[in-house]
């Protein structure tokens, strides 16, 4: 039996994959974008919990065996903030390109062929 | 003693944090702050590099004082010591390149992205950790992407909109390998997981590392996520350009690498080799092939560089010493030609204003040392004797030949015959056709370019020199138990 955390992590990772394969607007491919990192997040949070272990902060009454793996939170924290500063130089992009061709659809923008 | 090595790592990271105090001050001290930034970081990286081979023992740089792996910890090995050497030169000329071509403002902002894509890529050629291999990645990635859309045209925002989205797919895909390797090993110490590969189930083992090779594939150039490649190469300013293609990319394909053969021990692992082999082989096929359509010089360079990315990988995925070997000279090689003709490029296309094919007509006549470092450049690209490219094209083919894969000696060969046609196309353009009056040149750019020539020759004629380095390179990568005893592990046993 899969656990229902992981399904829904793998999901939103699928989901957002999905958004970005199939959409033209590019908003709705960064917010696809931004789905997926979400999934990518949870996944990582979900590898590291144990089942009936508190948060790992060390204070009275909570002791070190009774924490989840802290390391997974680390990474999720360092993941978050680079998720935002892409999606911020995305969102800046964006808004250059409608400037320069009053459209966001991908296949309206035609800059560079090859 | 050796510990000041993580100024590598320090230096550019307070250069870059100083320029907005500095703009304050004065702006016209930007560009030179940054030439003796990257100068300096040039000396500390010809230091590690002498430090390492005089004494043959890597440098292990522990952060904070806690042994890994509990701590992170940088490996400056004979690799590491060799290719921050060459980001660091490289760095240091596309400076003194910046300071004729980068005329549009914020040359703030420009400084600080240079110094940071520097850092990025020399903190993934020397760290032993996987988390933090991620996280200078993604550094080198999103100065990447502002880079891209630096000069704020149609253009450059198409190329970098293309790169940041597949960028953010491979960097998702790199992190949910991350997140399978350490959710079967417990640990992020890429020495660890090499002493605990054999643990790992194969499966797991199998889809970790596809995703790994896939999320990597993107800053790598590798076949189907590097469409943003010839795009982000166009449009980028051109110091920025040689830089993507000197060692952004040798950055990331060493780390590939060692993290393909840090888990040879795996069962699976020969599946992992084979992918990378059928994406390496497409690679060079669609690079070569495409190159040969362009009428723009600089996407036909692009096209090449990432062939010539595509040969390294096919080299890696070969699974032997010698192929390890010979990818690495042709990294060393590629970086030094590739500098030598984006940089040339990058010179036209400032001189008289564009880059396609018509405006080389007569350049032979009109900027003549300019056209005699392109042809240099594209001589040994093809892979001619006595040019640098052909041993480490030689090499490629004799490991090919070693692990009996006769398919890469005939795509290595055909895609060289491909190149010729291009690239002879642009000589004889060059030389052959077109009148012109003479532009007064450079001297500066044309020191550096002759330079990079002379190199490009000396390399060609003594290749053994350069060849004992590398084998002491490739052999870093490949033997993963000295990588192994050579990390202070805490007592940590399988």
Same mark, same amino acid.
């Given at each position: 039996?899969?656990?229902?955390?992981?399904?829904?992590?793998?999901?939103?990772?699928?989901?957002?994959?999905?958004?970005?394969?199939?959409?033209?607007?590019?908003?709705?491919?960064?917010?696809?974008?931004?789905?997926?990192?979400?999934?990518?997040?949870?996944?990582?949070?979900?590898?590291?919990?144990?089942?009936?272990?508190?948060?790992?902060?060390?204070?009275?009454?909570?002791?070190?065996?009774?924490?989840?793996?802290?390391?997974?939170?680390?990474?999720?924290?360092?993941?978050?903030?680079?998720?935002?500063?892409?999606?911020?130089?995305?969102?800046?992009?964006?808004?250059?390109?409608?400037?320069?061709?009053?459209?966001?659809?991908?296949?309206?923008?035609?800059?560079?062929?090859? | 003693?050796? +510990?000041?090595?993580? @100024?590598?790592?320090?230096?550019?990271?307070?250069?870059?944090?100083?320029?907005?105090?500095?703009?304050?001050?004065?702006?016209?001290?930007?560009?030179?702050?940054?030439?003796?930034?990257?100068?300096? +970081?040039?000396?500390?990286?010809?230091?590690? $590099?002498?430090?390492?081979?005089? =004494?043959?023992?890597?440098?292990?740089? &522990?952060?904070?004082?806690?042994?890994?792996?509990?701590?992170?910890?940088?490996?400056?090995?004979?690799?590491?010591?060799?290719?921050?050497?060459?980001?660091?030169?490289?760095?240091?000329?596309?400076?003194?390149?910046?300071?004729?071509?980068?005329?549009?403002?914020?040359?703030?902002?420009?400084?600080?992205?240079?110094?940071?894509?520097?850092?990025?890529?020399?903190? &993934?050629?020397?760290?032993?950790?996987?988390?933090?291999?991620?996280?200078?990645?993604?550094?080198?990635?999103?100065?990447?992407?502002?880079?891209?859309?630096?000069?704020?045209?149609?253009?450059?925002?198409?190329?970098?909109?293309?790169?940041?989205?597949?960028?953010?797919?491979?960097?998702? $895909?790199?992190?949910?390998?991350?997140?399978?390797?350490?959710?079967?090993?417990?640990?992020?110490?890429?020495?660890?997981?090499?002493? @605990?590969?054999?643990? &790992?189930?194969? =499966?797991?083992?199998?889809?970790?590392?596809?995703?790994?090779?896939?999320?990597?594939?993107?800053?790598?150039?590798?076949?189907?996520?590097?469409? /943003?490649?010839?795009?982000?190469?166009?449009?980028?300013?051109?110091?920025? =350009?040689?830089?993507?293609?000197?060692?952004?990319?040798?950055?990331?394909?060493?780390?590939?690498?060692?993290?393909?053969?840090?888990?040879?021990?795996?069962?699976?692992?020969?599946?992992?080799?084979?992918?990378?082999?059928?994406?390496?082989?497409?690679?060079?096929?669609?690079?070569?092939?495409?190159?040969?359509?362009?009428?723009?010089?600089?996407?036909?360079?692009?096209?090449?560089?990432?062939?010539?990315?595509?040969?390294?990988?096919?080299? $890696?995925?070969?699974?032997?010493?010698?192929?390890?070997?010979?990818?690495?000279?042709?990294?060393?090689?590629?970086?030094?030609?590739?500098?030598?003709? $984006? *940089?040339?490029?990058?010179?036209?296309?400032?001189?008289?204003?564009?880059?396609?094919?018509?405006?080389?007509?007569?350049?032979?006549?009109?900027?003549?040392?300019?056209?005699?470092?392109? =042809?240099?450049?594209?001589?040994?690209?093809?892979?001619?004797?006595?040019?640098?490219?052909? /041993?480490?094209?030689?090499?490629?083919?004799?490991?090919?030949?070693?692990?009996?894969?006769?398919?890469?000696?005939?795509?290595? @060969?055909?895609?060289?015959?491909?190149?010729?046609?291009?690239?002879?196309?642009?000589?004889?353009?060059?030389?052959?056709?077109?009148?012109?009056?003479?532009?007064?040149?450079?001297?500066?750019?044309?020191?550096?370019?002759?330079? *990079?020539?002379?190199?490009?020759?000396?390399?060609?004629?003594?290749?053994?020199?350069?060849?004992?380095?590398? +084998?002491?390179?490739?052999?870093?990568?490949?033997?993963?138990?000295?990588?192994?005893?050579?990390?202070?592990? &805490?007592?940590?046993?399988?």
């Amino acid at each position: 039996m899969i656990s229902v955390y992981y399904f829904g992590a793998i999901s939103l990772i699928l989901i957002g994959l999905y958004a970005i394969l199939t959409k033209r607007n590019i908003l709705k491919m960064l917010v696809g974008l931004s789905i997926m990192e979400t999934g990518v997040n949870l996944l990582l949070i979900s590898v590291g919990y144990v089942r009936g272990k508190s948060a790992p902060i060390l204070s009275e009454g909570v002791s070190a065996n009774q924490a989840v793996d802290p390391i997974p939170q680390a990474l999720v924290l360092t993941a978050i903030v680079i998720g935002v500063a892409t999606t911020a130089l995305a969102l800046s992009v964006a808004i250059n390109l409608y400037e320069r061709y009053k459209t966001l659809d991908v296949e309206k923008i035609r800059g560079l062929r090859g | 003693m050796s +510990q000041y090595a993580a @100024l590598l790592i320090a230096l550019p990271l307070m250069g870059a944090f100083l320029i907005p105090i500095l703009k304050k001050i004065s702006r016209s001290a930007i560009m030179p702050f940054l030439a003796f930034v990257t100068l300096v +970081q040039t000396g500390i990286a010809a230091w590690v $590099f002498k430090e390492v081979y005089t =004494t043959g023992k890597p440098i292990i740089i &522990m952060a904070g004082g806690f042994r890994p792996p509990v701590g992170i910890n940088l490996y400056i090995g004979h690799f590491a010591s060799l290719f921050v050497f060459i980001v660091a030169l490289v760095s240091f000329l596309m400076v003194i390149f910046s300071m004729k071509s980068i005329k549009v403002e914020p040359k703030d902002k420009y400084a600080m992205l240079f110094l940071l894509l520097m850092l990025g890529a020399t903190g &993934m050629i020397a760290t032993g950790d996987i988390f933090n291999l991620f996280v200078f990645m993604e550094i080198t990635a999103i100065s990447a992407y502002a880079l891209t859309a630096y000069n704020k045209s149609g253009e450059a925002s198409d190329a970098a909109m293309k790169y940041i989205i597949l960028g953010g797919i491979g960097s998702s $895909f790199f992190l949910v390998g991350i997140a399978l390797l350490y959710g079967s090993l417990g640990t992020l110490n890429l020495a660890q997981i090499g002493q @605990l590969a054999q643990l &790992m189930d194969p =499966t797991v083992a199998q889809v970790a590392l596809g995703l790994i090779v896939l999320g990597l594939a993107v800053e790598a150039e590798i076949f189907p996520l590097n469409a /943003w490649a010839p795009d982000a190469y166009q449009a980028a300013p051109h110091p920025i =350009t040689t830089m993507f293609s000197a060692f952004v990319v040798k950055a990331s394909l060493y780390a590939m690498a060692r993290i393909l053969y840090l888990t040879s021990a795996v069962s699976s692992w020969g599946n992992v080799l084979n992918l990378l082999i059928i994406l390496g082989t497409l690679t060079v096929i669609i690079g070569e092939l495409s190159a040969l359509r362009q009428t723009n010089v600089k996407r036909m360079f692009a096209y090449s560089s990432i062939a010539q990315v595509g040969f390294i990988a096919v080299g $890696f995925a070969l699974g032997t010493q010698a192929g390890v070997n010979a990818s690495v000279f042709h990294m060393v090689n590629h970086a030094i030609v590739k500098a030598l003709m $984006f *940089l040339a490029v990058g010179y036209v296309a400032l001189e008289l204003g564009g880059v396609s094919l018509e405006d080389f007509r007569g350049l032979g006549k009109r900027m003549p040392l300019t056209a005699f470092a392109i =042809t240099v450049g594209a001589i040994s690209i093809i892979g001619i004797p006595l040019f640098n490219v052909f /041993w480490s094209k030689m090499q490629l083919v004799m490991a090919a030949l070693e692990a009996g894969k006769t398919g890469v000696i005939a795509l290595i @060969l055909g895609a060289s015959l491909v190149e010729a046609v291009y690239y002879i196309r642009l000589i004889h353009t060059m030389w052959f056709e077109g009148e012109g009056e003479k532009i007064g040149e450079d001297t500066l750019l044309g020191t550096i370019m002759l330079l *990079l020539v002379a190199l490009v020759i000396i390399i060609g004629i003594y290749p053994d020199a350069v060849w004992q380095i590398v +084998q002491k390179a490739g052999k870093d990568i490949f033997d993963v138990a000295s990588y192994v005893k050579n990390v202070p592990l &805490m007592g940590v046993s399988p």
